[in-house]
């Protein structure tokens, strides 16, 4: 199938061949025909299917075919993102896929000065891409009009429910004019209870549109599970990323403090890191990220809140360094690689700490993950499971960030400092270069239960620093 029989304009046809698409994705085939009926949506769809264009493509070509013929453009679109990363790259999508429209965009976002973005709402823009706090905060100064608000998209509202924006958006909400009198758009990776009652509050009759199994992980995804030892994984993903010659590799840690030293650590290893998370400011996460994706910086690590929308063509490694609090996040964080069709590869560095996440995400997914002990990194039998320490990451689906942090911008919910346990990383002598040997797990053992001889012994003093300190 085409993309010439969805109906789209010759405008929009021609910037999508030349964006070199022959043939558009599940998502796009279904929601640009209902979209541009002007109906309400709700859709299951993970980032990387397409999503984007799903909903750009058609609301610039509703725009144009009604165009505003007073001189003042108000805002007739839109959009909100949960982070400044996915609202660059939805204003992205929508100049390229609008170059050869007289349609005007902005993209408004926190951690930069609001005063260039005051000046380009003040020429009048037709679709604006905002997050909520910077959006709250025009509207609070007056610089920007949203009672002509026409189509409302909420990208990714899951990830907005989970950073604590749902007061945000009811205010945002409060601007608009009333829900039944515009056309109403929601995405969401995954439908958890509170995005069905946004969408009952919000969408009017909506059309349901989903394409992947819900909650389901992209199937060109390779997913593997290497059980090692935490205080081995810095030594194992360098390893890895060395031995298997990865030249863009996305890692996830569950903590800024974490993904700092981890950065820092891969550095001293010969590999060029850089980290981002929502402590950085937006002109360091620009760059890391334009680094990343022109090759220069080999590793990004990156915590869930920052790394939530990226979109890198052709990603083929994530890694995930700790496992995520929240099973969702797991899915998000491997939406990174397998995009549009392309293969991709997931990796879960999971100690014995982390089994009780791996059963929730394996629950999630309703399937086992294939787990590989590698030859070399096999973890050691007598080392017990300590509680997970949260850090200012830390965050469970009960815990949604408050809102003062929240309008901040991206960064996560802070918790006072937990008393770190420190741990040794032990010297295990040489490095073998690891074969692999697929194990499957069978039901996971107390730690005690194992033979004598493999049990941990404390005076083996494995106290030292961990990579999961959560500053
Ligand atoms: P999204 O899910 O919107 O974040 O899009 C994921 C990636 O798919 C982006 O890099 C898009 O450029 C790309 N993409 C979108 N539509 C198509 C298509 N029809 N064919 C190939 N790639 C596409």
């Given at each position: ?140 100064q007056k610089t920007v009009d949203l009672s002509q608000v026409e189509i409302l998209v909420l990208d990714e509202a899951d990830r907005m429910l989970d950073m604590g924006f749902i007061h945000d958006i009811r205010r945002v909400l409060a601007l608009l004019p009333e829900n039944h009198s515009r056309q109403n758009l929601l995405f969401s ?283």
């Open positions: 199938m085409s993309f010439d029989t969805l109906g789209l304009s010759a405008e929009l046809l021609r910037a999508v061949s030349e964006q070199g698409y022959t043939e558009p994705t599940p998502i796009q085939r279904k929601a640009i025909p209902v979209i541009l009926q002007g109906k309400d949506v709700m859709a299951a769809a993970q980032t990387g299917t397409g999503k984007t264009a799903g909903f750009t493509l058609p609301l610039l070509q509703l725009l144009s075919k009604k165009p505003v013929h007073n001189g003042l453009r108000p805002v007739r679109v839109l959009v909100l993102t949960p982070t400044r990363e996915l609202a660059a790259q939805v204003g992205e999508s929508i100049e390229t896929y609008g170059r050869h429209l007289p349609v005007k965009s902005a993209v408004v976002f926190g951690g930069v000065k609001i005063n260039p973005q005051i000046e380009k709402l003040r020429r009048g823009v037709d679709i604006l891409v905002a997050t909520p706090g910077r959006l709250l905060d025009h509207a609070g990776a995954t439908f958890s209870n509170d995005i069905k009652q946004l969408a009952h509050r919000l969408l009017n009759h909506p059309e349901l549109i989903e394409v992947a199994r819900r909650n389901a992980t992209a199937e060109r995804i390779n997913q593997v599970v290497h059980p090692v030892d935490k205080s081995r994984k810095r030594e194992l993903l360098s390893h890895l990323i060395g031995s298997q010659n990865w030249r863009q590799v996305l890692v996830f840690t569950r903590t800024k403090h974490g993904a700092n030293r981890l950065a820092q650590q891969l550095e001293r290893d010969g590999l060029h890191a850089a980290a981002i998370h929502g402590n950085k400011s937006q002109g360091a996460r620009t760059r890391a990220l334009a680094g990343f994706k022109n090759g220069d910086v080999r590793v990004l690590v990156a915590t869930d809140i920052a790394a939530r929308g990226l979109d890198i063509d052709q990603l083929p490694h994530v890694v995930n360094y700790e496992l995520p609090n929240v099973p969702e996040d797991y899915v998000h964080r491997i939406g990174r690689t397998g995009r549009a069709g392309n293969e991709g590869e997931a990796v879960s560095l999971v100690c014995v700490d982390e089994h009780k996440l791996l059963r929730d995400i394996e629950h999630l997914l309703k399937k086992e993950i294939t787990s590989v002990v590698l030859d070399g990194y096999a973890p050691d039998p007598g080392i017990r499971a300590e509680p997970i320490q949260q850090g200012k990451n830390g965050r469970g689906k009960s815990q949604p960030r408050k809102q003062n942090q929240a309008r901040r911008g991206s960064s996560s919910v802070q918790k006072p400092a937990a008393a770190q346990k420190k741990f040794n990383s032990e010297d295990r002598g040489g490095k073998s270069t690891p074969q692999k040997a697929v194990q499957k797990r069978g039901p996971r053992k107390p730690a005690g239960s194992q033979p004598k001889s493999q049990q941990h012994r404390p005076s083996q003093g494995r106290e030292r620093a961990s990579l999961l300190g959560g500053g």
